[in-house]
């Protein structure tokens, strides 16, 4: 088997596990709240790479030529729009299904080269034909015959715009040459000190809730974040990137599986259409922002492919 096609085994792997970490998040919110979930998850996560950069640190120890200050710095930034956009996930998530999060989740890869333009990035014209396709199936996905966004879809589609943030700033961090893993873990620690705190002030938490989502917590926190971003990490450095594109985007359709498999979640004729036209409409839009990076040095339009796990 050539080094390519097991990169892209190894990110079609990243990509299944993204999938059904949705359905782990709706299971683990049966026993806990919200913010508990995350903040226990993304501790765990950055605890399953520790390993990982140990391991970095061994091969080619870092020395920041500017300072740890930018690091510390760069881990916060990217931890705030971290929490931000998981958080509004995961309450999302307990008033929609597995399959529609992924899906509204999914739209970041779409406002990412919308929103670069407030960093002077030049946006193809594939990407506007993407988003508009993209965004009717959003329509068709979660709007109602009332003309009404549920509440779950609603605060899932804000956490999109976070999502893509938070792309956007690690885009921005990689062009600082700052440790991606080091960063990683960074940023997930952020992430879980946030969210411990808000749990703690709005949340009851017992040993018995966390015994019962121990499993859906490990799937979030070890499998999710620590083994698929590792599986990302290193199977990144051989796939073609159109290739990474498109199979990291499947992550999609193995959420909506996850919830037909797991949770007998359904969907109707026009949210599958929906789920149709808005995978159309990423896959438009990734495309589209690398073959307008080909070329040039990477800059944010190409994020999408660098960004960390988003559910």
Sequence with gaps: MSKTLKAEFLLLVAAVIWGFAFVAQRIGMEHVGPFTYNGVRFLLGAMALLPLLWVGRRCAPVRPSGGWRPIVGGGLLAGLFLFAGASLQQVGIVYTTAGKAGFITGLYVVLVPLLGLLWGQRTPWATWVGAVIAAAGLYL???????????????????????????????????????????????????????????????????????????????????S??????????????????????????????????????????????????????????LLSQLAALRAASGRPPTVSAAPLIANKRG
């Design 141 to 223: 996905l979660t709007v109602n015959d009332r003309f009404t966004l549920a509440e779950g879809d609603g605060l899932v589609l804000i956490g999109a715009f976070f999502w893509a943030g938070h792309v956007l700033v690690i885009g921005w961090l990689s062009g600082r040459h700052v440790e991606p893993v080091l960063l990683a873990c960074l940023q997930f620690v952020v992430c879980a000190v946030l969210s411990l705190l808000v749990a703690a002030v709005t949340e009851p938490i017992s040993l018995t809730g966390l015994q019962a989502a121990t499993m859906p917590i490990l799937y979030g926190g070890l499998l």
């Design 225 to 282: 974040v620590g083994v698929a971003y590792t599986l990302q990490v290193v199977a990144q450095r051989d796939a073609p990137p159109a290739h990474a594109a498109i199979i990291l985007s499947l992550e999609t359709v193995f959420a909506v599986l996850g919830g037909w498999l797991l949770l007998q979640e359904t969907l109707s004729d026009r949210g599958l259409l929906g789920c149709a036209l808005m995978f159309a409409g990423m």
